[in-house]
């Protein structure tokens, strides 16, 4: 079993940035693809970017595009987010996703608590 760990969340306005991590338990991170998705109050989960196992592609929702960029440090177990340009809709939880087997819309098998992501205006 794998275990996704997230933090780097927290509280910030509008304009500014945070940088999200997830460490990943096991020998096999290397071999996932790993990908972030995030869930609003009120909304359904939604993906947000997602990253090849050896880090050479990348994809992004629209909303996101140019302002977040996900990374990889395979040596590490760890999967970034960089997040600029943070607008008051992307408060919500994000979760840390990472697996195998990319399952379509539905991202892959295993994930992390989440961690909070609060944008004020």
């Known amino acids: 079993q794998v275990q996704l760990v997230e933090s780097g969340g927290g509280l910030v306005q509008a304009g500014g940035s945070l940088r999200l991590s997830c460490v990943a338990s096991g020998r096999t991170f290397s071999r996932y693809g790993m990908g972030w998705f995030r869930q609003a109050p009120g909304q359904e989960r939604e993906f947000v970017a997602r990253i090849s196992v050896f880090g050479d592609s990348t994809y992004y929702a629209d909303s996101v595009k140019g302002r977040f960029t996900i990374s990889r440090d395979n040596a590490k177990n760890t999967v970034y987010l960089q997040m600029n340009s943070l607008k008051p809709e992307d408060t919500a939880v994000y979760y840390c996703?990472?697996?195998?087997?990319?399952?379509?819309?539905?991202?892959?098998?295993?994930w992390g608590q989440g961690t909070q992501v609060t944008v004020s205006s």
């Open positions: 996703n990472g697996g195998p087997i990319l399952r379509g819309t539905s991202g892959y098998d295993y």
